[in-house]
């Protein structure tokens, strides 16, 4: 009896990698049919731009769907290898949107300044350092970076509102 | 030639000459340490510095900052999987797993060593050879780098492995990745989905850097307890490798050597695709090829070696014909430029003495390269073993502004953390990274190189048949490609 797509017990490798797969087909079709947008033969200059692009995605097209259907032929087993536990799969989401919320706050907040929290907030959540540690050694990190690049690799880095 | 060579040595053996030398030995090795910076971006940074100087001093300063900048890369590579260039990538394969077994001394120390071995092939070569390489580069051209770029990709592929298909598919999708942004030969913007950003393409250092650097920080999150060897005290003794362990690796660095400063002749070539192909050569004859990817030195040392043997290479076209071998080298022609020297076939005759000072420099910063970063490899280990329960936080802020640098771009880092996680599930499911990133690197060249063969030829694909030294890569690629089959058959 195959397996179903989803299971409440949690997913394994394998199963997470199926989706991955699809995720993967999806996205070469996508740009499979898009590059029929541009020329295969140019009158100008040969060979036009969807040349080397629909080649390479046509054979990357046929490997995506052997890859899907591997997937989707392997049975499931008891000994299958589990994907992470669902605590590091939570710290993983959280570092995610720390990272999308710092890279967010740049403009207005200023890069060092968002780099500082994100050190802070990263450095007490996932090493459970305490906090009056963390606020220094990002403190210093943030020094250090300003120092190295902004005074003597003379980078401009956005400043945000204390600009 | 001898004779100029040794008075060239005798002028920079002066206080004031050294002493510029060393500075940019240090200052080349600190830029090239930074994520996201590298050798051409550490040299346009510094150059300005040379404003004003004496030429000899300049020029060593200058030697000093390549070289540095070209061994840099390798210790963010080896202490924290981040590359501090391309070339660098292939260090992250062998470099970071020494470190998480506690060997981050011992990787930093051979990759010292072997890049100074490389850095003396690659100076000896620029010595003696520079007239018989720069004829053979000269007969390189599209059709010759197309075949070239095949070659490159066949070799490190993994087409020839056990296991095929992961490595197969990793490299079609960073062809396809490379096609992004704008047609190299007709100007028409491809795959961008209305985003003009994505016009110029994608930054080979931000898909680097997002695919083998921040993909670490969320893999250190499930592998936690697994660095608890990096915490443990290392021994003095086990900091530095044994002598007869250096000279183990010594063919391997050899090879490393000789290949790369052979490629890095090649305008263009440079030393990311030597140090992919050194890899693979040494995977492909070794004995124990499984151990690669997981700490093997052979696997360090001898891309090492090529890395700084590209180096003597690069300068040969630059020197003798005025053309530049790599990126570094076109800043390094600028500079050139600025001090008042012209490079091409008169500059030996009519500024002789200064650019055989150069050339000595050049060996003079490559022993300082050795001796200082030895000097300094119990500092970082001490430093790797203390701040290890810092370091993820650390490696995603440095990959933000190591991206962010590149373009002055808050897009690139997007894209870079894109990638982290495009990284993070490729090494989940055991897609190999290498094949993908070299992909990426030559995809825009093959690409360029091949519409620029059917071009000439007015797409008569007999140009690639006709021309000897490109039938000789393509003969070796297809040979490469049927080797298993008839290693497969013949076992039967």
């Known amino acids: 009896m195959k397996d179903p797509l989803f299971t409440k017990e949690g997913m394994t490798l394998a199963r997470t990698e199926r989706w991955f797969s699809l995720c993967m087909l999806g996205t070469v079709l996508v740009f499979f049919i898009v590059s029929f947008q541009y020329n295969f033969i140019s009158n100008e200059s040969g060979v036009g731009a969807a040349f080397v692009p629909r080649i390479i995605l046509f054979f990357l097209l046929c490997l995506s769907l052997y890859y899907v259907w591997t997937n989707f032929k392997k049975q499931p087993d008891e000994q299958q290898e589990s994907s992470s536990p669902p605590s590091i799969v939570k710290k993983q989401m959280t570092l995610a949107i720390m990272l999308a919320l710092c890279v967010a706050v740049i403009p207005l907040l200023g890069m060092l300044v968002s780099l500082g929290l994100f050190l802070i907030f990263a450095l007490r959540y996932f090493e459970n350092i305490p906090w009056v540690k963390s606020i220094v050694f990002s403190v210093i990190s943030i020094v250090v970076m300003y120092l190295l690049f902004v005074k003597w690799l003379k980078i401009i880095l956005p400043g945000g509102v204390f600009l | ?328 080298a076109a800043i390094l022609l600028g500079a050139l430029m600025m001090l008042g020297l012209q490079p091409g076939p008169l500059m030996f005759e009519k500024s002789g003495d200064i650019i055989w000072a150069a050339i000595a420099g050049l060996f003079v910063a490559n022993l300082m390269l050795l001796i200082l970063n030895t000097a300094f490899v119990p500092a970082f280990a001490y430093l790797i073993r203390i701040a290890d329960r810092y370091l993820g936080p650390i490696i995603a802020a440095l990959c933000i502004i190591g991206t962010y640098m590149l373009h002055n771009s808050l897009f690139d880092v997007g894209m870079m953390i894109f990638f982290g996680f495009i990284g993070y599930f490729l090494r989940k499911y055991r897609f190999p990274l290498s094949p993908l990133v070299l992909a990426v690197i030559l995809g825009p060249m093959l690409e360029a190189n091949l519409r620029q063969s059917l071009m000439m030829s007015n797409n008569d694909v007999m140009i690639f048949l006709t021309r000897p030294i490109t039938l000789a890569l393509l003969g070796l690629s297809i040979l490469i490609l049927i080797m298993p089959l008839a290693r497969r058959i013949f076992k039967k």
């Open chain 2, 1 to 328: 030639m001898i004779q100029e060579l040794l008075a060239g040595f005798v002028t920079i053996m002066e206080p004031a000459f050294l002493f510029w030398c060393l500075i940019g030995v240090i200052l080349g090795t600190l830029a090239g340490a930074l994520p996201g910076v590298g050798p051409v971006t550490g040299i346009a940074i510094l150059l300005p510095v040379t404003f004003g100087m004496n030429p000899i001093s300049a020029l060593l300063l200058l030697m000093g900052i390549y070289q540095g900048a070209m061994f840099g890369g390798r210790i963010s590579s080896i202490l924290i999987n981040v590359p501090g260039d391309a070339a660098a990538v292939v260090t992250t394969f062998d470099g970071y797993p020494l470190t998480k077994q506690g060997k981050a001394g011992y990787a930093l120390t051979l990759s010292a060593f072997a890049s100074f071995i490389g850095g003396n092939i690659g100076f000896i070569g620029l010595v003696f050879f520079s007239a018989i390489f720069v004829k053979i580069a000269l007969l390189f051209g599209s059709p010759e780098y197309f075949a070239l770029m095949v070659f490159a990709l066949i070799a490190t592929s993994g087409l020839t492995e056990k296991k095929p298909f992961k490595p197969i598919l990793a490299t079609l999708l960073g062809l396809v990745i490379s096609t992004i942004g704008t047609d190299p030969v007709g100007g028409t913007e491809r795959f961008t989905f209305g985003i003009l950003e994505l016009w110029d393409g994608i930054d080979f250092v931000v898909i680097a850097v997002g695919v083998f650097g921040l993909s670490e920080v969320f893999i250190r999150l499930e592998n936690s307890v697994g660095v608890e060897s990096i915490r443990n005290k290392i021994p003095f003794s086990d900091l530095f490798p044994k002598l007869s362990e250096l000279l183990k690796d010594f063919w391997a660095m050899m090879r490393g050597s000789i290949l790369g400063f052979v490629i890095g002749v090649l305008p263009g070539a440079g030393a990311t695709i030597a140090t992919f192909m050194t890899y693979s050569m040494e995977k492909k004859i070794s004995k124990d090829p499984d151990s690669f990817g997981k700490g093997n030195t052979k696997g360090l040392s001898s891309p090492e070696a090529a890395n700084n043997a590209t180096v003597g290479g690069a300068l040969i076209p630059l020197f003798s014909l005025g053309i530049p071998g790599s990126g570094t």
